[in-house]
């Protein structure tokens, strides 16, 4: 039987298994993508597993979560900005248009195939997610639904950003770290570290990128073209390069042709890859990421990371490079104003990361850089948490551990929370048998899907 996928190094060519394999075996750099033997069937059911055949993972068919991409042509902010053909993919929960991503951005759809992806390629270990706050609340939410298991890691003055609807996330593990999204990644690190865990790998996981891959898969074929461009606000670039790569992914196979333009958004002050591209350079220089400071003032701080994949081979230079593409850089003004705007025309609330895309939408038409005929697709990466919290009920995961100089006593909880879990696994820590805390919850049954043979 073929394989369903492998996965490719774009820097020495070669192909291999994939064994939740983040690095090329061989020590390239490069950012790894798969490489599916299957044309893309669109499948019936809900949900991105509709797009099953191309995300790495192979037990995908008896699992429906709701939240998937939808994609409309805009009246009202086309008219406002006379364009003739906007379309928005809009990931949120806008139930007038059919979209019910119930953590409301598009991170739900990095969860779930990052989840698959572990218990298939890496069984036995516990998927660890450092964030500030729409990833954690998104790998909250799919392990609310499905019992998979999952620390999340977010500063403390974050994670009220961490819920879950219509069930608690029971088999969650929040860690409340002090600082900012760097010292939540520095905790994770540790954590992944331990026996047991794992870390999911960021851009680097091609669960992640194929997961939002999707946004251009369903855009394509609800306009039967693949847009001329695309805009997106990016923080690590994850999204980004999914979607260039799933563009380039039905082309090889002859569904659709062309790639978009993408045009990717920062917001100002804190605008690494801004600044590196307006100034020409393929590399982030200190310079770029250093004032931290400038964190705290930025109307969308999901957009705030210091190590994006940018210069790296398959990176969002080449993305950028090869597709001709932009990047803008937009103050907070702009933000709110592009918010109040979106609002009033399409009838919903945005995400402050979404408030930054619109607005680098306005500044490209201002600037003229698009044609106000062309497809456009606009990525509302995030919006209607106005409307959720009006229809449906909201959990707040609770916080089970607080880090300040508590390490040790940390890793012991740990320990325990994935023994209760994964109850088949050899104890490891004698120690942890005295100083056994117990974990409030029962953990519910956890679903793994048995290890490819
Ligand atoms: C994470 C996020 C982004 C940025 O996505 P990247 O893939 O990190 O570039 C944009 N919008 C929203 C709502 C997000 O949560
Ligand atoms: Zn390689």
Excluded at 104 to 110: H, I, N, Y
Excluded at 123 to 129: N, T
Excluded at 193 to 202: H, K, M, R, S, V
Excluded at 266 to 289: H, T, Y
Aim: glycine share 8%; net charge neutral.
């Amino acid at each position: 039987m073929t394989r369903k996928y492998v996965l490719r190094c774009p820097e020495c060519g070669s192909a291999f298994d994939d064994e939740f394999t983040n690095f090329c075996p061989h020590g390239c750099a490069a950012l790894l993508k798969t490489e599916y033997s299957c044309r893309l069937t669109l499948r019936a059911g809900t949900g991105i597993l509709r797009f099953g055949d191309w995300l790495p993972a192979e037990n995908t068919s008896d699992i429906q979560l709701e939240g998937v991409p939808i994609t409309y042509k805009s009246d009202g902010l086309a008219e406002e900005l006379r364009l003739r053909n906007l379309y928005i993919s809009f990931s949120g929960y806008f139930p007038e248009r059919n979209a019910y991503v119930k953590t409301c951005t598009f991170k739900e759809f990095e969860a779930l195939p990052t989840f698959l992806r572990v218990a298939e390629r890496a069984p036995g270990r516990i998927l660890v997610v450092s964030s500030v706050g729409n990833t954690a609340r998104a790998f909250a939410q799919v392990s609310a639904e499905t019992g998979m298991p999952v620390v999340l890691v977010v500063p403390k003055r974050n994670v009220d950003r961490v819920w879950t609807v219509g069930t608690r996330a029971e088999n969650a593990f929040l860690v409340a770290v002090d600082g900012d999204y760097r010292d939540a990644i520095t905790m994770g690190g540790e954590i992944a570290a331990l026996d047991g865990f794992i870390a999911e790998g960021g851009a680097r996981n091609v669960a992640r990128r194929d997961g939002l891959g999707v946004v251009l898969l369903d855009a394509a074929f609800h306009m039967s073209s693949i847009p001329a461009h695309y805009f997106q606000a990016v923080g690590s670039g994850t999204g980004a390069l999914g979607v260039w790569e799933a563009a380039l992914r039905l082309n090889a196979f002859g569904i659709f042709k062309g790639v978009p333009k993408l045009h990717l958004s920062q917001n100002l002050p804190f605008a690494p890859m801004f600044r590196a591209w307006k100034a020409g350079r393929s590399e982030l220089i200190d310079d770029d990421v250093r004032d931290g400071e400038s964190i705290k003032k930025m109307h969308a701080d999901v957009l705030s990371n210091r190590k994006p994949p940018y210069s790296v081979r398959g990176g969002v230079y080449d993305a950028l490079t090869a597709t001709g593409g932009e990047m803008y850089g937009v103050n907070n003004d702009k933000c709110i104003e592009a918010e109040r705007i979106f609002e009033s025309e399409e009838g919903i609330d945005l995400d402050p990361a979404a408030a930054v895309c619109v607005a680098s939408l306005m500044q490209a038409v201002e600037a003229g850089v698009v044609d106000k005929g062309e497809k456009i697709l606009l990525n509302v990466t995030g919006g209607g948490y106005k409307r959720l919290k009006k229809d449906l009920k909201v959990y707040e995961v609770r916080v089970r551990a607080e880090t300040e100089g508590m390490f040790p006593e940390l890793k012991c909880m740990l320990e325990e929370f994935r023994d209760a879990i994964l109850p088949s696994r050899p104890s490891t820590s004698a120690s942890s048998q005295q100083q056994r805390r117990s974990v409030a919850r029962t953990p519910r049954q956890a679903f793994l899907p048995p290890p490819l043979s």
